[in-house]
């Protein structure tokens, strides 16, 4: 089963813009993640969000966090093309073995 | 550093066919993970590692599936017999430690199985 479920499924942007997209989840969290996922390319980790914390910035990343509403927000700001790609979160589940499910991501594309 | 090595990274099989997916870690991380992904969706995990110990198998078909990782660093997932199902893609992943959070990804290999 997936914990997370990303919204929207799909955006398109232009170059310059900001992108935002959510998560949100069913049951209590150690820690939120972030990961990107280039076509035809692994994940990479981008940003991990502690319960206890709220806000986290890098570089052109902010991630927030609302454990009273189970969600969490990814904005890239001044998107680029190199941004097209899709984006998961990824939740442990508090008191679990610190495996994090992954949810069906967002599609981004960002046109040039 | 090299990332997580993965090969092959392209396979195609019959249904009721063998197959072996490899997986070298990066260098020094414990924690070996294998997930299989299908088209639109998000990793699922198939099997963690610690070391050479298999610590989470709970989501892996071992009536089909199985997977090994001796001397605790290369790891193979086998499939056999394959299902036409069984098409997608299996990532192999680590990280330093149960814990560390974040994973390192290989590239993945897309099976596709006819």
């Known amino acids: 089963s997936q914990q997370g479920e990303e919204d929207p499924q799909a955006l398109s942007i232009q170059e310059g813009e900001n992108a935002t997209m959510n998560c949100s989840y069913k049951t209590s969290i150690n820690n939120l993640q972030w990961y990107r996922q280039n076509s035809g390319r692994g994940l990479v980790h981008l940003i991990l969000i502690r319960s206890n914390e709220r806000e986290k910035h890098s570089g052109r990343l902010r991630v927030t966090l609302d454990t009273s509403k189970k969600s969490s927000s990814l904005l890239i700001t001044a998107s680029r093309a190199a941004d097209t790609a899709s984006y998961f979160c990824?939740?442990?589940?508090?008191?679990?073995?610190?495996?994090?499910?992954f949810g069906r991501g967002t599609s981004l594309i960002v046109h040039p | 550093e090299a990332g997580v090595v993965q090969s092959p990274r392209y396979k195609i099989i019959e249904k009721k066919q063998p197959v072996a997916f490899w997986c070298n870690p990066i260098?020094?991380?414990?924690?070996l993970y294998w997930y299989r992904q299908n088209l639109g969706q998000g990793p699922e995990l198939l099997i963690r590692y610690e070391n050479e110990e298999a610590v989470d198998d709970s989501q892996l078909p071992k009536d089909r599936f199985s997977a090994e990782r001796l001397k605790g660093v290369d790891s193979t997932l086998k499939i056999q017999p394959a299902e036409l199902g069984d098409s997608a893609v299996y990532l192999c992943?680590?990280?330093?430690?149960?814990?560390?959070?974040?994973?390192?990804f290989g590239p993945g290999t897309r099976l596709t199985v006819t």
């Open positions: 990824a939740t442990d589940a508090a008191g679990g073995s610190y495996i994090p499910t």
């Open positions: 992943a680590s990280s330093s430690r149960t814990g560390a959070y974040e994973q390192y």
């Open positions: 260098s020094g991380h414990n924690t």
